[in-house]
């Protein structure tokens, strides 16, 4: 079973930028179909991000649209979150995980996450 490694959160200002990056331990992410989840607190996790296999295809929740995108390294083995124009919105625990269409799988084992402040 796939264990995810989230990484690349910290503190930034309103308006900067972030990439957080997701690997995974016993397989290779290469094969899957992924996404960026994210929890604030007080609020249930919420999908913002799919990318299939190939990268050929993405889904982008409206609140993150124009402002993340999800590329992906195969070769790496890695998905990336890149998220600029940060706002006060923002803030939460990211999660990545096997998943499509925003929603993750009813089998997907959870990382630790990555946790992303904004502030000024």
């Known amino acids: 079973q796939l264990q995810f490694v989230e990484s690349g959160g910290g503190l930034v200002q309103p308006g900067g930028s972030l990439r957080l990056a997701c690997a995974a331990s016993?397989?290779?992410?290469?094969?899957?179909?992924v996404c960026w989840f994210r929890q604030a607190p007080g609020r249930e996790r919420e999908g913002i991000s799919c990318?299939?296999?190939?990268?050929?295809?993405?889904h982008y929740a409206d609140s993150v649209k124009g402002r993340f995108t999800i590329p992906r390294d195969n070769a790496k083995s890695t998905v990336y979150l890149q998220m600029t124009l940060l706002e006060p919105e923002d803030p939460a625990v990211y999660y990545c995980g096997v998943g499509w269409d925003l929603s993750p799988v009813a089998s997907n084992s959870w990382g630790q996450g990555t946790q992303v402040t904004v502030s000024s």
């Open positions: 016993g397989g290779s992410l290469r094969y899957y179909n």
């Open positions: 990318i299939s296999t190939t990268g050929s295809a993405t």
